[in-house]
């Protein structure tokens, strides 16, 4: 895993809710990426940032906002409007945002709405 | 951890045989390959990767071939191991600006003692 990190490694959240998702990495990478992940199936992307103060929607963005305050940050929040959030959550990061650039993952977040 | 290898498809092979993972790839621009480990429960782990200008790129126990006329990859893995059982997920991309890899749905791999 590296030097990225992830909190919490499991998270319950009630129909509803808001929930942000802890991403940190130590690497001084400049891009940063979140996944969903869900069983028998590759990873779908989220959000995507390349820089600081900036941020792209990546394929399946809708329910989903994110922040990029400082470099080695970039929370993922699933907010109520996320019909199905039940999910393994992965975030990246790499050198640049060049997408031959090798991506690093953490240890991931499973996200559980009861 | 939850598997994420349910309804993958699924390669088993016995301790000590050699692997061949197979991919398709989408994109005839994609000019980087990537493959990655992901064990049950965790986030995946980068393997090897290969540029389009090469055909064959070693690593240590893996082997990445590359056929762009067909569009094909594939990872070799020699004296397959115990603890080589994972989903193994092959990705592309496209070099020069931004584009993002775009991730295949897995190999589970199984390797039995």
């Known amino acids: 895993d590296g030097g990225i990190t992830q909190s919490p490694k499991y998270l319950f959240r009630k129909e509803g809710q808001n929930v942000t998702l802890s991403c940190e990495q130590n690497?001084?990478?400049?891009?940063m990426y979140w996944y969903r992940q869900d069983p028998g199936q590759g990873l779908r992307l989220i959000y995507y940032s390349q820089i600081v103060n900036d941020f792209q929607k990546g394929d399946i963005a809708e329910g989903y906002s994110v922040s990029r305050e400082k470099k080695e940050s970039f929370p993922l929040t699933v907010t109520s409007a996320q019909k199905n959030p039940t999910a393994f959550y992965l975030c990246?990061?790499?050198?640049?945002?060049?997408?031959?650039?090798?991506?690093?993952f953490g240890p991931g977040t499973r996200l559980t709405v009861l | 951890g939850e598997s994420v290898g349910l309804h993958l498809p699924t390669l088993s092979v016995q301790e000590g045989d050699n692997s061949i993972i197979n991919c398709a790839y989408s994109?005839?621009?994609?000019?980087?390959f990537i493959w990655y480990k992901q064990e049950s429960g965790k986030g995946p782990q980068f393997i090897i990767d290969i540029r389009s200008n090469m055909d064959k790129r070693q690593g240590q126990r893996v082997t990445v071939l590359l056929n762009k006329t067909v569009k094909h990859l594939s990872l070799q893995i020699a004296a397959t191991q115990p603890g080589d059982s994972a989903v193994y997920f092959c990705?592309?991309?496209?070099?020069?600006?931004?584009?993002?890899?775009?991730f295949g749905k897995g190999t589970m791999l199984l390797v039995s003692p």
């Open positions: 994109n005839s621009a994609s000019d980087y």
């Open positions: 990705a592309e991309a496209i070099s020069g600006g931004y584009s993002t890899l775009t």
């Open positions: 990246a990061s790499s050198t640049t945002g060049d997408g031959t650039d090798t991506q690093y």
């Open positions: 690497l001084n990478h400049d891009a």
